[in-house]
């Protein structure tokens, strides 16, 4: 289910992104039609391009916010599990054991700091 959820996200990030792209390029191709320079009709098509495609794509947007926060989440929860196990405070099914080496392990390094 954790596959499903990252590949979901890069979905929804992919085709954001892509959406976002063809809206800069249709704005693009129809200044260029409109008689406007190449290059400066890409630089417009940036410029409206991009809030542009905030206010037409915002489901999509909204999905991707969504999904990047939820990512964010995991990985302080990782994290914040990866730092108690790292200072002994987490106790796995070998609770005892992992304690007590932990605490010795903490003795020294207390010992070392002052």
Known sequence: M???????LAVD????????FALVAVVAVVLVLVNV???VAVIIAMV???????LLFRS?????TAGLAERGERRRAER?????QLRGD??????GDSSESGAAGDEPGEAGRS
Not at 48 to 54: C, D, K, T
Request: aromatic fraction near 4%.
């Open 2 to 8: 954790n596959d499903a959820r990252k590949n979901r």
């Open 13 to 20: 990030l992919t085709l954001y992104m892509l959406a976002r």
């Open 37 to 39: 320079p190449a290059l």
């Open 48 to 54: 409206v391009g991009f809030p542009l495609g905030l």
């Open 60 to 64: 999509l947007a909204a999905r991707v």
């Open 80 to 84: 914040a599990k990866l730092r108690a």
């Open 90 to 95: 987490v106790d796995d099914e070998a609770g």
